[in-house]
């Protein structure tokens, strides 16, 4: 265990908030800690059935943290019910992975944050690391008992922004961060390259953005880079932590990963998703868009 420890903790050096982010051999060394409930939320709805972290539970981003109706997430009684279903209580600690490098867990992550949830992990590498490892995958679908999870309501002004706060933004020449890739940004495509192209009415970004594709934030094995490089990959392009930042994407998934690693790897104090992102400013009338 020592060993485990040691290793995560060079892992992590010099993070802002290195306890958010754990290992894979913290997490196979707590498959057992009834403390500790393992969440898998992945792009692909499939995967889990196909083998996923043993004791793991599934939490869909589409089906389970939205609205049926409204484009937002669940109300608070709807995401007590959720998380109370999962015998998950006030006081467990959630880790969170999946494929796509992370995308969808920091998603995850974010909703439950919005929530006021305390403990709340990232497994570094995410579901890839894992299986690249030889780790072990099951198929079993864990039944736990219920609690009584008592949420907050959903705290948004910290960590969400709307687009009226983006326009705010604009007019005032603060930091945006477009984390979509260099077509995207370009407006030459509407959505990633080798996904369809829909979603919005045009094409581009939003004026004054930064372009910090969210991927290069990350190793080729799904890890985070060390502080050093993230430091460099944001001030490079002038993100600094004394600014008031609003990262985005197409929906707000990618855009979480990167208000992961600001707020969390690099303690920028002011950091929020805009979730609506390019699905909603890309549609809107009147708002202005640069190519």
């Known amino acids: 265990m020592a060993e485990h420890q040691s290793a995560a903790q060079s892992a992590t050096s010099g993070y802002a908030h290195p306890e958010v982010l754990v290992e894979t051999d913290w997490v196979a060394a707590h498959l057992n800690d009834p403390q500790v409930r393992i969440v898998e939320s992945d792009e692909d709805v499939l995967l889990y059935e196909i083998g996923h972290i043993p004791g793991a539970i599934k939490i869909d981003w589409h089906t389970d943290l939205q609205h049926p ?120 495509k509407l959505h990633m390259p080798e996904y369809p192209q829909e979603g919005a009415m045009r094409g581009g970004h939003i004026p004054g953005a930064k372009n910090i594709p969210w991927a290069r934030a990350v190793r080729e094995d799904g890890t985070f880079k060390s502080v050093d490089d993230l430091r460099l990959l944001y001030g490079n392009e002038g993100i600094s932590p004394d600014q008031n930042v609003i990262a985005y994407c197409r929906i707000g998934e990618r855009s979480s990963h990167t208000w992961f690693v600001l707020t969390y790897l690099l303690g920028y104090p002011k950091v929020r998703n805009y979730d609506g992102s390019w699905t909603e400013w890309g549609n809107l009338v009147n708002a202005p868009i640069e190519k």
């Open 69 to 188: 109706l409204r484009r937002d997430y669940l109300d608070r009684a709807s995401f007590e019910k959720l998380v109370s279903n999962q015998g998950i209580s006030n006081e467990t600690t959630i880790v969170f992975y999946g494929d796509k490098n992370n995308w969808w867990a920091t998603y995850a992550l974010w909703v439950f944050k919005l929530f006021g949830h305390k403990d709340l992990r990232i497994m570094n590498g995410g579901r890839k690391k894992w299986i690249d490892e030889n780790r072990p995958m099951d198929k079993e679908i864990p039944f736990y008992s219920g609690t009584k999870y008592s949420a907050n309501e959903r705290d948004e002004a910290k960590i969400r922004a709307f687009r009226d706060d983006v326009m705010g933004h604009i007019k005032d020449h603060k930091a945006l961060v477009d984390v979509r890739s260099p077509q995207e940004y370009s407006g030459e």
